[in-house]
Each structure stands twice: as structure tokens, then as C-alpha cells.
């Protein structure tokens, strides 16, 4: 068989690993893969080569993807699925295997459903896809972000400030609840449960009374404040899927918070640093797992199905099924997030 690899959405630390571990799966069945470059982008333009073992040695400790990666959407225009077609019958491929988030395994379900033989694999550093416990990706950089709020407290006491540190994860609350905790985050703010300002200065201002005077805030970038009622963009334009770029909400509490509390207050975006680098042990082999796991659907013929994490098997799950529901943070750990706050 010859199987092309294409990884597609924003990159992630474990990409790598999916693809090392899908190369050396494909040598054990004599299989030939064959590397897409920038998503779909590559699958559109015809920019395909072999990859062979010796290609992908030692990558599956390495962050990003090897391949590239972009947000082109392939079934955007009739026009980009025929170039997609012809493309599959230049290259002679029997398969394609596709690593990404909601987009990216969305326009693979649909190009399943035109008639190409697809299986996929889920990624994404928000962990918002509903299928799967958890995405590569996610646990490394929840290290991170517990990395960065550590550092904020030792500068953040000792300045006596306030430091808000704003966390990816576009409309879900994963990345700042579970990199709040492990950070030790006083305040929690994720979408799934936005507090007021008045709630959030008054915790600030009890803090004071208690003698703590540093804060350190945790917010999700899809948090919508109350008071101001919109989601904070950092650009106008949509991508192909149709998304906005978030961000800007740490800014405008840092400024809010500072007008009622008096308190000098700072705000850092951690953005993209929360994908770079190199993924942890667990995204490696939660990487290497899936990119088995993809050969073996193929080898099987399952089309249309994605392998994905439900507690500690690996299981096959219609792309059907794993696109289109956002998985949010659910109302049972709500509680979590008072952890440091009382
Ligand atoms: O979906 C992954 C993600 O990292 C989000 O958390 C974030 O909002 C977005 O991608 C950033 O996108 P870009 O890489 O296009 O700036």
C-alpha cells in the first residue's frame, strides 16, 4: 500500500512522534508513506515525496511537524477537491492519513464521504475534541503554561502585583483549568465560567486583607468578561475554517483591574510558546500509540474512522463522530478552580 501523511491545524508538540511511529508501523507491513507537506496545502499542489525510515530517525522527540502544517481547507472550492483527486491518482495512494484538530478531520470526513480513502488521527493543544480523552499535544503543554505561572509567582510576589497570564484554547477552558491548577493559578477564568470583575477584584482585594498581595489570574483566551460581553480578538480576519484569532482579554483586565483595585497590575501572553518545544513523555507516547494505531486502520480498510484515546485503550471512532462537538469543561470541575483561591 502507499499511504500519504499530511498533519494539518495549528502545529503541536507529538506530531512527530505520530509520524515516526506511522513510518516504522508501515515498514513492518511493507507499506510505503509518503509525506504531504504544509496539510492540505501540499495535498492540493502535488508536493508529496517518499518517506522512508532513515527520513524520520530520532524526529519523535522533536516539537512542530516535519511535515509543515497550514489551515488550508481543501474542501473549500470544487476546484481544490479536484486538484485533491487528481493528486491521490498522480501519487498512486492507496490511503491518507491525517493528523489534526476539528478542521482538519473535518474536511477529512468530508472528503471521506467524496470517496477518499482517509483515517485520521486527533491533535490539538485545546483539547476541545469531545472523541478522545485527551490530544497530543495537550499535557505538554499544560507543562508549560504550569512552567510559566510558577515563574509569575516568584516575580509577581515580590513586586506585591498582579500578573494575568492569557492561555490558548481558543472556546474551551481545558488549557487554562488544568495549566492554572498544576501552576497554582489564584484565579481561574475559563469560558465555561467567566467571573464578573466585581467577583474577580473583590478574591484580589480579600487577598490583600489576608496579607497576600500578589494574584496571579489564569484566563483562557475565549473568556468572555460579563461586563463587557464580547469575545477579545487579536485580528479581524477569519482563517479558511472560518475562525477568528483570540486574544487581547488579559490586556483589558490588566487595565480594568488596575482602574478598580488601585493594585499595579501586569498581563503576559503566553501564545504560541505553549506549542513550541518539545513534547513531554506522555505526548510521545500517546503520539507513537495513534501513529500505530492509523497504520493498522489502514491495514484494516477502516476508512472514515479516526484512532483515538478513551482511557487507556486506543480505539477506532467515526470521523463522523469526532468532528463537530466541541468538548467544554464540564460543570464537576467547576470546584477546582476555587483551589488557591480561599
Ligand atoms: O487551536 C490551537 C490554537 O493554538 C489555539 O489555542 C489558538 O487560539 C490558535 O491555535 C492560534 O492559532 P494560530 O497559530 O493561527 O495563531
Not at 484554547?169 to 492554572?180: D, F, Q, S, V
Request: net charge neutral; aromatic share 6%; proline share 4%.
Amino acid at each position: 500500500m502507499r499511504i500519504g501523511l499530511l498533519t494539518g491545524g495549528g502545529d503541536c508538540p507529538g506530531l512527530n512522534a505520530v509520524i515516526q511511529a506511522a513510518v516504522a508501523r508501515a515498514a513492518q507491513y511493507g507499506f510505503e508513506v509518503f509525506g504531504i507537506k504544509n496539510g492540505y496545502e501540499g495535498l492540493i499542489k502535488g508536493e508529496i515525496e517518499p518517506l522512508k525510515k532513515d527520513d524520520v530517525e530520532g524526529i519523535y522527540e522533536i516539537g512542530g511537524t516535519m511535515l509543515g502544517t497550514s489551515r488550508k481547507n481543501p474542501v473549500k472550492s470544487e476546484e481544490d477537491v479536484r486538484k485533491v483527486m487528481e493528486n491521490i491518482k498522480k501519487f498512486q495512494l492507496d490511503a491518507l492519513i491525517t493528523i489534526g484538530g476539528d478542521d482538519t478531520l473535518g474536511a477529512a470526513e468530508k472528503l471521506y464521504e467524496r470517496g477518499v480513502p482517509i483515517v485520521g488521527v486527533p491533535k490539538t493543544i485545546d483539547n476541545d475534541l469531545s472523541a478522545t480523552d485527551y490530544s497530543i499535544g495537550f499535557w505538554t503543554a499544560v507543562d508549560i503554561i504550569a512552567d510559566a505561572l510558577s515563574r509569575l509567582h516568584t516575580t509577581a510576589r515580590s513586586h506585591r502585583r498582579v500578573i494575568i497570564a492569557e492561555i490558548f484554547g481558543r472556546y474551551a477552558g481545558w488549557l487554562a483549568l488544568m495549566g492554572g491548577l498544576a501552576g497554582g493559578a489564584h484565579i481561574i477564568l475559563i469560558p465555561e465560567r467567566p467571573l464578573t470583575l466585581d467577583q474577580i477584584c473583590e478574591i484580589i482585594k480579600k487577598r490583600e486583607e489576608e496579607g497576600k498581595h500578589y494574584t496571579i489570574i489564569a484566563v483562557a483566551e475565549g473568556v468572555k468578561i460579563p461586563e463587557i460581553g464580547e469575545l477579545v480578538a487579536a485580528a479581524a480576519e477569519r482563517d479558511e475554517y472560518g475562525h477568528v484569532r483570540l486574544g487581547g482579554v488579559a490586556k483589558l483586565l490588566e487595565r480594568e483591574i488596575k482602574k478598580r483595585t488601585g493594585k499595579d497590575v501586569r498581563s503576559v501572553i503566553l501564545g504560541h510558546i505553549q506549542r513550541g518545544g518539545p513534547p513531554n513523555a506522555y505526548d510521545r507516547v500517546l503520539g507513537i500509540r495513534l501513529g500505530y494505531a492509523a497504520v493498522d486502520l489502514v491495514k484494516e480498510k477502516k476508512f472514515g474512522y479516526a484512532a483515538v484515546l478513551r482511557g487507556t485503550e486506543i480505539v477506532p471512532v467515526k470521523l463522523s463522530e469526532v468532528v463537530g462537538q466541541m468538548r467544554k469543561v464540564p460543570e464537576e470541575f467547576f470546584d477546582y478552580l476555587g483551589v488557591f483561591t480561599d
